[in-house]
């Protein structure tokens, strides 16, 4: 019984702010984002964390945990990625307003068109590739994941190095359960009617700018420069 107390209180402890990047990764939800790639990205992070700090616990993790800092730079580059998505779906809005303009061009439009859609067919090829392997969204709410939860590696080792094998069975279940709790609890509170007109008014804003403070916190907090 202690030992499940102390998995639940360990978990809450340690994921407490990923309430609030869940928050914002369900404001997000579209056609592209789905809720089930966000609870499947969480799924994946946390347990990767969790057997990074197994291989931890049997002393079998090389890097050093300030190196965990590194991760810092996943959200930053999200954080970046969004700003200028959010820039290229305005333009697109604005293009489209405007896209009778495109059907009057010569014929070196034509065949300079025709250079670039071979270019993008390029680069979908390998995107669709890649998709095929994992879908970019959940893998996007992976990494954001992983970077977030990066410092709770040095928690878990000394706390799964303690427990016996079925403890950390055990434990390993009761994680399941939270990240669950965890994914109902950053929908529910994002779509608070408040909470939602907030972060669907300001998501353009809000969203690069979570995500990149919050690598920096990252990067910071792990004393990797310092």
């Excluded at 049997?58 to 190196?67: D, N, Q, R």
């Excluded at 700003?83 to 065949?111: A, C, M, P, R, V």
Aim: aromatic fraction near 12%; include cysteine; charge should be positive.
């Amino acid at each position: 019984m202690g030992s499940m107390v102390t998995s639940i209180i360990s978990f809450i402890s340690t994921n407490i702010d990923d309430i609030f990047v869940l928050m914002i990764l369900y404001s997000q939800v579209n056609d592209k984002m789905k809720k089930s790639y966000i609870v499947t990205g969480q799924y994946l992070g946390i347990s990767i964390l969790v057997m990074l700090s197994l291989l931890g616990a049997f002393g079998l993790l090389i890097l050093p945990e300030k190196y965990v800092g590194i991760l810092g730079i996943i959200p930053i580059i999200l954080g970046i990625k969004a700003w200028f998505d959010s820039k290229k779906e305005i333009q697109e809005l604005h293009t489209k307003n405007y896209s009778f303009i495109e059907e009057d061009i010569d014929n070196n439009g034509i065949y300079g068109k025709r250079e670039k859609e071979t270019h993008f067919n390029k680069i979908e090829k390998i995107k669709s590739f890649l998709g095929k392997i994992i879908k970019p969204e959940i893998l996007s709410v992976m990494l954001i994941t992983i970077a977030n939860g990066a410092d709770n590696i040095g928690i878990y080792i000394p706390l799964f190095r303690s427990y016996t094998f079925g403890q950390l069975i055990i434990t390993i279940i009761i994680f399941s359960v939270m990240i669950a709790l965890w994914c109902f609890l950053g929908e529910k509170i994002s779509s608070f009617p408040q909470v939602k007109e907030i972060l669907q008014k300001y998501k353009r804003i809000i969203i690069p700018i979570v995500f990149i403070g919050l690598g920096i916190f990252i990067i910071i907090e792990s004393g990797l420069f310092f």
